[in-house]
């Protein structure tokens, strides 16, 4: 069964390139939502209470930073 993996990123944010990096290598499909471009993807974050990325949704779970375990975990 297929996850639904949305990833909030920005251009300048390490993590978020090593998280995307990480699903990639797992092979994971995601949506990317970049805050530094996107103004409807920053507000869509700041409306769910985050004001930093990378935010990793997984369904309906939520992972704030970049979190191997915890993704991980999700994905099973």
Do not use: H, W
């Not at 995601?30 to 769910?48: C, F, G, H, P």
């Not at 970049?66 to 999700?74: R, S, V």
């Amino acid at each position: 069964m297929s996850k639904n993996v949305v990833v909030y990123s920005s251009n300048t944010c390490i993590y978020c390139k090593e998280a995307k990096d990480y699903l990639k290598s797992l092979g994971v499909e995601y949506t990317e939502k970049n805050v530094s471009t996107d103004m409807a993807a920053r507000k869509e974050l700041i409306k769910k209470g985050f004001m930093g990325v990378p935010v990793i949704m997984v369904d309906d779970e939520v992972i704030q930073g970049f979190d191997k375990d915890k993704i991980d975990e999700l994905l099973k």
